[in-house]
């Protein structure tokens, strides 16, 4: 069995490796229970929701109904449209029996409000609910990624290290180059819990710190030089400068997301970033081995079947709708 679902101590449920599991190696893959895009993320949202939980079999509203969440993220002003609109659809004229239902489905809606996470780029893909992904904890140093593969329709989950057998299975809700409180701060207004994994809380959390603020410098600063450089919108007198000091940042970028474990997309981007500045140099070697590294890397978090194909990746993880097992 490649995970089990599991308590995972002060998280609730969690996932965990059922067997050792191999950086690069999926271990999930899955199409959502249900799914909603934006025009239909109106303010009649619930009444989708309701055909497509109705429309999933005993076995799928089980899986549904077992997910966190958390009352208090359904608005309160659907309150009376969704009572009104289960006392037409099902009939319900007494008082204590349009409660009841209404309780239920409430916790039908904060199950998806909880959970719900963004599954492509376009606007008609929307947001979707995922069984398993939904039960992967949260850690600002993670040991897997997860991203929905537009061609498959599926929410894939890699391991972006070797895995022990029994190790819980964990992926970042928010992005990691932040310094730690402003992770927590983040963590607590969308998720409702704070974080005390290694990077938080461990013995070296003054020394993590400090890479992290560095990273959170420097991500944007690489960013920026890169497209400055791209766009021809640096003086001629200051390229050699830059130049220099592209690559020098590129490497620093690289070993400090290696010194706090970060081996992601992340890692992906600081190899770009490196090969990018060797090319510039016309160091042409060094660039090609560069950028055999970031594709190497590319094939562990999306998948090793899948090629490399260049381009801009995002910089910022949506993670929308996550929410840590309470």
């Known amino acids: 069995m490649m995970y089990w679902i599991q308590p995972s101590p002060g998280k609730g449920m969690g996932l965990f490796a059922g067997r050792a599991i191999r950086r690069g190696e999926r271990i999930s893959s899955e199409t959502p229970l249900c799914s909603q895009t934006l025009c239909e993320q109106s303010e009649e949202w619930y009444k989708m929701l309701k055909v497509q939980f109705d429309g999933l079999d005993p076995e799928g509203q089980a899986t549904y109904l077992a997910l966190p969440f958390r009352l208090e993220l359904v608005r309160r002003r659907l309150y009376p449209l969704v009572k009104e609109y289960l006392a037409d659809e099902e009939g319900i004229n007494d008082e204590g029996a349009l409660e009841e239902a209404f309780r239920r489905f409430l916790k039908i809606m904060a199950i998806f409000v909880a959970n719900r996470?963004?599954?492509?780029?376009?606007?008609?893909?929307?947001?979707?609910?995922?069984?398993?992904?939904?039960?992967?904890?949260?850690?600002?140093?993670p040991n897997?990624?997860?991203?929905?593969?537009?061609?498959?329709?599926?929410?894939?989950v890699y391991a972006v290290r070797d895995l022990e057998d029994g190790e819980e299975i964990t992926i970042s809700y928010i992005?990691?180059?932040f310094p730690s409180g402003l992770r927590n701060v983040i963590l607590d207004a969308a998720?409702?819990?704070?974080?005390?994994?290694?990077?938080?809380?461990?013995?070296?959390?003054?020394?993590?710190?400090?890479?992290?603020?560095?990273?959170?410098e420097l991500q944007p600063t690489l960013y920026t030089m890169t497209h400055r450089y791209t766009y021809h919108a640096v003086p001629p007198t200051d390229t050699l400068q830059r130049n220099e000091d592209g690559l020098r940042l590129s490497y620093e970028y690289v070993a400090l997301l290696k010194e706090e474990g970060i081996v992601g997309r992340e890692l992906s981007k600081g190899y770009e970033y490196c090969g990018f500045w060797h090319l510039v140099k016309h160091e042409i070697q060094q660039a090609t081995e560069f950028n055999e590294k970031a594709m190497e890397n590319r094939r562990a978090w999306l998948g090793r079947e899948l090629e490399f194909e260049g381009g801009e990746e995002g910089d910022g993880d949506d993670e929308e709708g996550d929410d840590e097992d309470e």
Do not use: Q, W
């Open 117 to 141: 996470i963004v599954i492509g780029s376009k606007v008609e893909d929307a947001f979707g609910i995922f069984a398993i992904r939904s039960r992967i904890n949260h850690s600002c140093i």
């Open 144 to 156: 897997a990624s997860a991203d929905f593969n537009e061609k498959t329709g599926h929410m894939e």
């Open 175 to 177: 992005d990691v180059h």
């Open 191 to 216: 998720y409702g819990f704070t974080c005390d994994c290694a990077a938080c809380e461990g013995p070296e959390k003054e020394v993590r710190e400090e890479r992290r603020n560095r990273l959170f």
